[in-house]
């Protein structure tokens, strides 16, 4: 099973333009050629200097082993960028992409708390309930659910070909959140909307 680590940086306005280069370049790259990578995306809230950098393995072993070569090269990005950072992994518990996403793309990020002993039968009910519509909406390129299973804690990302195309969505999208929180009795913790800097995941 697949497996993701997501930061989450607040940096200063001034630095985030730094922040952004080095991950892009130093950090990207390292990750990138490390044994059991799957590639990394980088999502930016520019007015804000909200930057999520997420970085994908093929298991949850390969992932804590990426712990040590990962850890430093935060701590750098922290630093460029004056940022707080926070650190969370999952599970990669579903994923389909209709169309690779570009730089620009739009990004929505839905936090979501789950009961654990609920979180399987959630996953089959946010592919009956949420994935049939954004399949087809317009627009859309792909979508992936990371859970973490002993905590219920769960994030759906959805990428949009651009800005305007995520925008078009919001309605249809709260009503769709609205069906799946309904089935799983989940309850939504944050929603984040960002552009996509860029994602050599092959599956998001």
């Given amino acids: ?12 306005p001034a630095q985030v333009d730094e922040l952004v280069r080095y991950v892009t ?13 799957r590639g990394m995306a980088l999502l930016v809230i520019p007015e804000l200097a ?3 950098f997420e970085t994908f393995w093929v298991t949850g072993d390969a992932m804590r082993g ?11 990005t922290v630093r460029r960028g004056r940022a707080t950072v926070s650190v969370e992994r999952h599970e990669v518990a579903s994923s389909v992409r209709s169309a690779r996403p570009r730089e620009g793309a739009g990004v929505r990020l839905t936090r979501v708390d789950i009961e654990p002993s ?12 949420a994935l049939p519509w954004l399949i087809e ?16 804690r769960a994030m759906v990302e959805t990428i949009w070909r651009d800005g305007a195309a995520m925008a078009a969505s919001r309605s249809a999208a709260a009503a769709a959140r609205a069906d799946a929180i ?12 960002f552009r996509l800097e860029f994602n050599s995941a092959p599956f998001s």
């Fill in 1 to 12: 099973m697949e497996h993701a680590r997501v930061s989450l940086l607040t940096a200063d």
């Fill in 25 to 37: 370049g130093d950090v990207r790259k390292v990750i990138e050629d490390h044994p059991g990578s």
């Fill in 50 to 52: 909200v930057v999520v």
């Fill in 66 to 76: 990426s712990e040590k070569t990962e850890e430093p090269l935060r701590e750098e």
């Fill in 118 to 129: 609920r979180v399987d039968a959630a996953i089959a009910d946010y592919e009956d309930t």
């Fill in 137 to 152: 909406a317009e627009g859309f390129c792909s979508a992936l659910l990371l859970v973490h299973r002993r905590s219920g």
């Fill in 182 to 193: 309904a089935a799983t009795g989940g309850v939504i913790r944050a929603l984040e909307e």
